[in-house]
């Protein structure tokens, strides 16, 4: 296998973000509270678009894609609504550190463009999850930072 510049080593840890909160968006479906049932929809839908895509980034770029994990953990039990939206919420922190990695380490306009908008649509739906929760603020001025 040949070794990856790093653009292509940020898509490829995107990916895997994105993969990760696909997962992550069942188990919130399983536990949301049911009138959350459209939201939850529209943001799997989001995430599993934007794994779809970045799959075909990889491809154009002579990349590989790596398959999803066979199995993910989360960082803590999910039971109830609460824990559903705490574990959304977690998702889209995690892709928006992702993406973010992917603008500070992209080489092309297309690919920063791209993080750029994977960016701002995951810190979008993070502060709907936390306007949901009650964290205020429920934006964060540098989306994405670790």
């Known amino acids: 296998m040949n070794e990856l510049g790093e653009e292509q080593q940020a898509l490829v840890d ?6 990760a909160a696909v997962f992550a968006y069942g188990i919130v479906g399983a536990f949301s509270n049911p009138a959350r049932a ?4 529209v943001n799997a839908a989001a995430h599993r678009a934007r794994r779809d895509a970045t799959i075909d980034a990889l491809k154009a770029a002579s990349v ?7 199995a993910y953990t989360t960082p803590f039990p999910v039971t109830d609504p609460i824990t559903a939206a705490q574990l ?5 922190v995690d892709t928006s550190i992702a993406w973010r990695s992917v603008i500070e380490r ?3 306009g ?16 993070l502060a709907n999850w936390r306007e949901i929760l009650g964290v205020v603020p429920s934006s964060t001025p540098f989306p994405g930072q670790p």
Request: hydrophobic content about 40%.
């Open 14 to 19: 995107a990916l895997h973000s994105e993969y």
């Open 110 to 125: 297309p690919t920063r463009e791209t993080g750029i908008t994977a960016l701002t649509e995951a810190a979008l739906r």
């Open 88 to 92: 959304a919420a977690q998702a889209e």
């Open 38 to 41: 459209d939201l939850v929809a």
């Open 106 to 108: 992209s080489k092309s």
């Open 64 to 70: 590989t894609a790596p398959p999803p994990a066979t």
